[in-house]
């Protein structure tokens, strides 16, 4: 008998009639190829290291510039002038390393895809390129990451080992707050020197924050950096321990039904 292809919303079911044996796959389906490990750590190292390392020379070339005791709006438009005609740069490579992450994101999420599944691919790929969004939206597509692949391998009941969801909380909670602690800072700067009249309290929380937010935030880029290496690692060994199983279980799973 012929067989005969069903679409339904996201996913078809193929039924083909051999004993009793029914076939279904999913549009979104597990994807069953290995990660390279090696080319997702030397890419998205090295465009991230890239612009971790221009944003220090830009901090310190802002930093030696002459005329330090000008007021703060002077520092930001001076100190900053020429950093902001090169910010292109590190956002070249910020936007290059986005990209590589997020097909690390698609491959992650398409090899645990099942109806139980919270996510899909594309959905959690794809969200990561819409601006200040995906500054929120990487807590959900990585950092909820191994909540779903433990998930999955309990009910699939594959024998690999769980993931362990540190790196990828504490990569979310750094590339989140590095992006948002410099506006939050420079915010709560305009309010404090609204609210405060004293002429030496407002130029010492000037200069706290002109030389505390490029520190921290090198500090929480570093600590990402780092982190997110890590992450990427333990991800691609994850991805692969699944494929690996899938694949020794096909083997046995085709004699069972033979000596059926």
């Known amino acids: 008998m012929r067989g005969f292809h069903w679409h339904l919303r996201d996913f078809s079911i193929a039924q083909s009639v ?8 999913n549009a979104t389906a597990p994807d069953g190829k290995r990660l390279d490990k090696h080319w997702f750590l030397i890419f998205w190292g090295t465009l991230s290291g890239f612009a971790l390392l221009w944003f220090v020379w830009r901090a310190i070339a802002w930093r030696n510039t002459e005329g330090y ?17 090169q910010i292109w740069v590190i956002l070249a490579a910020g936007a290059a390393a986005t990209v590589v992450l997020a097909a690390l994101v698609y491959r992650m999420w398409g090899a645990i895809q099942d109806k139980s599944t919270s996510l899909t691919p594309a959905k959690a790929a794809g969200l990561l390129f819409i601006p200040f969004f995906n500054i929120f939206w990487i807590a959900r597509a990585i950092g909820g990451y191994p909540w779903d692949y433990n998930a999955y391998i ?18 979310c909670a750094l590339a989140i707050g590095g992006v948002l602690f410099p506006f939050a800072s420079v915010l709560l700067l305009i309010i404090f020197k609204v609210l405060v009249s004293d002429f030496d309290a407002r130029v010492t929380a000037e200069r706290l924050v002109l030389v ?14 780092v ?21 020794h279980a096909s083997p046995q799973a085709e004699g069972a039904n033979a000596l059926v």
């Open 154 to 171: 309990g009910r699939k009941e594959i024998a690999v080992p769980r993931l362990k969801r540190e790196p990828f909380r504490w990569y």
């Open 69 to 85: 005791d000008y007021t703060f709006a002077e520092s930001l438009i001076e100190r900053y002038r020429f950093g902001y005609q």
């Open 18 to 25: 051999k004993g009793n044996t029914l076939l279904m796959t």
């Open 227 to 247: 982190i997110g290496l890590v992450m990427i690692s333990r991800s691609c060994d994850a991805v692969n321990a699944l494929v690996d199983a899938r694949s």
């Open 212 to 225: 505390g937010v490029p520190l921290v935030s090198f500090l929480a880029g570093a600590a990402a950096y």
